[in-house]
């Protein structure tokens, strides 16, 4: 049988038997890659990226769930151990999937 979490008390169980939860890996990266059909503007690990859609601003973290999304205009910000990136963008699209996040820009 398939490992659930319980609704009613919010442990993992495993045919009604309580189960360890996977615990995270502690990784505090993910792979970001930002570019356009003629430049690259960043392809490196960061610790976040924040950027804007329709609906507003919004933060990526990693092991963050899928997500995709078409940026707005504005900035969009990247966050690595070392250092701020902000790239000012017209518009894009944002895939992140498993810890990988890749922005297209001018589409």
Known sequence: MAIRQDASTGKMVDDGKPVEAPKPSGKVEMHVKVYSPFQTYFDDVAQSISGVNETGNFDI??????????????????????????????????????DQVIVFLDV
């Open 61 to 98: 973290l990693p092991r963050h769930h899928n997500f995709i999304t078409l940026l707005s205009a504005g900035n969009l910000v990247i966050r690595t151990q070392t250092d701020k990136r902000t790239i000012k963008i017209s518009r894009g699209m944002m895939h992140v999937k498993a």
